[in-house]
């Protein structure tokens, strides 16, 4: 018989001076952090060890520390929610840190543990369970991250990391919540190709995408919609989500061709719509079929999905002065639905036929 595995060896320190706590009605989204978090060491030829969790702190580096000058790092972002009856789940967190550890392969950082990634979240927000908002629209987002620690000035792997998990209570992540957002067709910048590091969760696809976030913000828009980086006409994503369209009878996204992140709410919506007997087609999607699909009376529905925002419908999609205003800049019925039923399996509010849910405790 096999022995029961162990869960990782957690040292806790608890803060002696708490934090006071936010406004929840006023949260906004990543301003707020709780007491304490998570931290790993890894040493080659030793491996991870240390697991610890400390009072929220500064992070002391080497100014030399290879994350500074080649940015060898990657994270993750998940939540965890308050059920009407106090208890605390996550939702598919598994999949997060498959996706870490992609990630990880990628960017030439050791691999994770994916049971002892678990152990460490659920121990943390244990910790300070107190931090978890329960109004409507809130939640604990969770933020691992792997940083190189290494002091030296040289192109290759780190033989330092440190793994941190941190915490935010949150709210929605647009100032619009759940209203339809308008966004600008990116025509000069370029997210991400096949064979880059796009699929992965690293921060320097975030910053590469800043200018063209600032042009569009400039523009009145919220974000903006990439366009693949090779034929400049097949859409990537939006911004900081992945992109569905409702074209007819039919609800596509972009297909995973390695130029876009694996979304775990992207992932949830498809089995959700294919569960529903709906037509749910991952492929190649051009910005001139979507101008048709618009200029027919087919283009029904556009929205963003994310662990950040969840759901988040679009109401005006522009490409140069072609403005194309959808479902007259309101929700539509399938964005709706999706949003009820993944936040409702996320707060408790309908029942888990997806086996989605992981409980903190």
Same mark, same amino acid.
């Given at each position: 018989?096999?022995?029961?595995?162990?869960?990782?060896?957690?040292?806790?320190?608890?803060?002696?001076?708490?934090?006071?706590?936010?406004?929840?009605?006023?949260?906004?989204?990543?301003?707020?952090?709780?007491?304490?978090?998570?931290?790993?060491?890894?040493?080659?030829?030793?491996?991870?060890?240390?697991?610890?969790?400390?009072?929220?702190?500064?992070?002391?580096?080497?100014?030399?520390?290879?994350?500074?000058?080649?940015?060898?790092?990657?994270?993750?972002?998940?939540?965890?929610?308050?059920?009407?009856?106090?208890?605390?789940?996550?939702?598919?967190?598994?999949?997060?840190?498959?996706?870490?550890?992609?990630?990880?392969?990628?960017?030439?950082?050791?691999?994770?543990?994916?049971?002892?990634?678990?152990?460490?979240?659920?121990?943390?927000?244990?910790?300070?369970?107190?931090?978890?908002?329960?109004?409507?629209?809130?939640?604990?987002?969770?933020?691992?991250?792997?940083?190189?620690?290494?002091?030296?000035?040289?192109?290759?792997?780190?033989?330092?990391?440190?793994?941190?998990?941190?915490?935010?209570?949150?709210?929605?992540?647009? *100032?619009?919540?759940?209203? =339809? +957002?308008?966004?600008?067709? #990116?025509?000069? @910048?370029?997210?991400?190709?096949?064979? /880059?590091?796009?699929?992965?969760?690293?921060?320097?696809?975030?910053?590469?995408?800043?200018?063209?976030?600032?042009?569009?913000?400039?523009?009145?828009?919220?974000?903006?919609?990439?366009?693949?980086?090779?034929?400049?006409?097949?859409?990537?994503?939006?911004?900081?989500?992945?992109?569905?369209?409702?074209?007819?009878?039919?609800?596509?996204?972009?297909?995973?061709?390695?130029?876009?992140?694996?979304?775990?709410?992207?992932?949830?919506?498809?089995?959700?719509?294919?569960?529903?007997?709906?037509?749910?087609?991952?492929?190649?999607?051009?910005?001139?079929?979507?101008?048709?699909?618009?200029?027919?009376?087919?283009?029904?529905?556009?929205?963003?999905?994310?662990? *950040?925002?969840?759901?988040? =419908? +679009?109401?005006?999609?522009? #490409?140069?002065? @072609?403005?194309?205003?959808?479902?007259? /800049?309101?929700?539509?019925?399938?964005?709706?639905?999706?949003?009820?039923?993944?936040?409702?399996?996320?707060?408790?509010?309908?029942?888990?036929?997806?086996?989605?849910?992981?409980?903190?405790?």
């Amino acid at each position: 018989m096999a022995s029961e595995r162990k869960p990782l060896d957690i040292k806790i320190e608890l803060t002696k001076n708490k934090k006071t706590k936010p406004d929840y009605s006023a949260l906004g989204f990543g301003k707020y952090f709780t007491d304490h978090m998570f931290v790993w060491d890894y040493t080659e030829g030793q491996g991870w060890h240390d697991a610890r969790i400390i009072p929220y702190e500064n992070i002391s580096l080497d100014p030399a520390a290879m994350v500074f000058h080649y940015g060898q790092e990657m994270f993750e972002g998940l939540k965890a929610y308050k059920t009407k009856d106090g208890r605390i789940q996550l939702f598919r967190p598994q999949k997060n840190i498959e996706r870490m550890n992609n990630t990880n392969e990628r960017l030439c950082i050791p691999q994770v543990d994916p049971d002892y990634v678990l152990d460490a979240i659920k121990k943390l927000v244990e910790v300070d369970s107190d931090w978890v908002p329960s109004e409507i629209g809130t939640s604990l987002y969770i933020r691992p991250f792997i940083i190189a620690t290494e002091a030296h000035l040289g192109v290759s792997p780190s033989k330092t990391y440190l793994f941190c998990i941190i915490l935010s209570p949150v709210a929605a992540y647009y *100032a619009e919540g759940l209203n =339809p +957002v308008k966004i600008y067709v #990116e025509d000069e @910048y370029v997210r991400a190709v096949k064979g /880059g590091i796009g699929f992965a969760k690293a921060g320097g696809n975030y910053a590469a995408s800043l200018r063209s976030q600032q042009k569009a913000h400039e523009l009145g828009y919220s974000q903006v919609l990439w366009l693949d980086g090779v034929h400049r006409k097949y859409v990537d994503e939006v911004g900081t989500m992945n992109v569905f369209f409702v074209i007819g009878d039919e609800v596509c996204t972009p297909y995973l061709g390695g130029s876009l992140l694996p979304g775990v709410t992207r992932d949830s919506c498809l089995a959700l719509l294919r569960k529903w007997g709906m037509k749910a087609s991952e492929r190649l999607i051009s910005i001139d079929e979507i101008k048709e699909a618009y200029a027919k009376g087919e283009l029904k529905e556009v929205f963003g999905t994310g662990t *950040a925002a969840v759901i988040s =419908p +679009v109401g005006e999609l522009a #490409e140069g002065d @072609y403005k194309m205003k959808i479902n007259n /800049g309101e929700i539509g019925p399938i964005s709706q639905k999706l949003y009820d039923a993944i936040t409702g399996i996320q707060w408790g509010l309908v029942e888990d036929t997806m086996g989605w849910i992981v409980p903190v405790k």
